[in-house]
């Protein structure tokens, strides 16, 4: 069964910098995409950004574009997702998710998530 761990939320002033990590194993067919999500207090949880399972494609919902960079390194099988410019309106829990075969092309949500981690941006 796939396990995913995310880290590295805190809290961060306006225009800071915070770098998540996600932690991801157990793939049946090797590697997938992975996508990064947020939930804000009283709202729907949200796609944030996705990258292929090579690495080679990307891909960010326009409010994170130009501040947020994902990458992977396939040999620590690790997602890192760079968070710089932050705003207030970043605030959320972060949570990492994917499954077996999963593409950034898939519109539904994956079946495997982590606990989330806490982003506070504030003064």
């Known amino acids: 069964q796939v396990q995913v761990v995310e880290s590295g939320g805190g809290l961060v002033q306006p225009g800071g910098s915070l770098r998540l990590s996600c932690s991801a194993s157990g793939f049946t067919s090797g590697e997938a995409a992975i996508g990064w999500f947020r939930q804000a207090p009283g709202k729907k949880r949200d796609w944030v950004a996705c990258?292929?399972?090579?690495?080679?494609?990307?891909d960010y919902t326009p409010s994170v574009k130009d501040r947020f960079t994902i990458s992977r390194d396939n040999a620590k099988n690790t997602v890192y997702l760079q968070m710089k410019s932050l705003k207030p309106e970043d605030t959320a829990v972060y949570y990492c998710a994917t499954e077996d075969d999963y593409t950034c092309y898939d519109s539904h949500f994956p079946e495997f998530w982590g606990q989330g981690t806490q982003v506070t941006v504030s003064s």
């Open positions: 990258i292929s399972a090579t690495g080679n494609m990307t």
